[in-house]
């Protein structure tokens, strides 16, 4: 089974609107770590925002939310406010916590298309 | 700046041929990945290293090998006996359970 699952292959959005990549995982894991990394086309994995399992409080970094849904086991990656740099590769990826080697699993990812 | 270096940014390989692709960090990281990252996919596991001369099999370890001599630099080797080497490599390093992983612009592998 996928451990890491991003459903939308790809996705378009109008400047300064808001729009939410979805993410679903599966683990049977109590601790573990969702990560969320935006790769342009130039290659390199930026890492834009983390939500910890046992974090009380949804993550926010900027104009980046995690929408954290623990019993759904959704981690939903929100962008604010969009820009025409934020189109790119985004990636949701998930650490767990006793597998000793803090490794990441990745999904397939979502292209992200900023339309002016 | 401290950072991830990745060398270099392009390699061909020919047939039977070894290639080494270099990563080094100085981010005082002591856990280092390297990840395959194959056109429109993720990325995924080849080897990772918790701790210098130690180092561990990742998802997709056959047809690699790795060494860890210093804390720096993690290089990976991609042998003839990886049939398909053809994709873009990422080494990462972290330093911590619950830190991200920081990520090196990456090398770009093709078959001449």
């Known amino acids: 089974a996928q451990k890491i699952t991003q459903t939308q292959p790809g996705m378009f959005v109008q400047e300064k609107e808001a729009v939410t990549l979805d993410c679903t995982y599966d683990t049977s894991d109590p601790s573990y770590g969702l990560f969320w990394y935006k790769q342009p086309s130039s290659g390199e994995m930026i890492f834009l925002i983390y939500?910890?399992?046992?974090?009380?409080q949804n993550a926010t970094e900027g104009r980046y939310s995690l929408n954290f849904q623990k019993a759904r086991k959704s981690a939903n990656l929100v962008i604010s406010a969009s820009q025409l740099g934020d189109s790119a590769m985004y990636f949701c990826a998930m650490r767990e916590g006793n597998t000793g080697r803090r490794a990441l699993t990745f999904g397939s990812g979502t292209r992200l298309q900023v339309q002016p | 700046d401290g950072g991830i270096t990745q060398s270099p940014k392009y390699l061909f390989r020919k047939e039977g041929q070894n290639v080494t692709l270099s990563c080094e960090q100085n981010?005082?990281?002591?856990?280092m990945y390297w990840y395959r990252q194959d056109p429109g996919q993720g990325l995924r596991l080849i080897y990772y290293s918790q701790i210098v001369n130690d180092f561990q099999k990742g998802d997709i370890a056959e047809g690699y090998s790795v060494s860890r001599e210093k804390k720096e630099s993690f290089p990976l080797t991609v042998t003839s006996a990886q049939k398909n080497p053809t994709a873009f490599y990422l080494c990462?390093?972290?330093?911590?359970?619950?830190?991200?992983?920081?990520f090196g612009d990456g090398t770009r592998l093709s078959i001449l």
């Open positions: 939500q910890g399992s046992y974090d009380q």
């Open positions: 990462a390093s972290t330093t911590g359970q619950n830190q991200p992983q920081h």
């Open positions: 981010l005082n990281h002591d856990a």
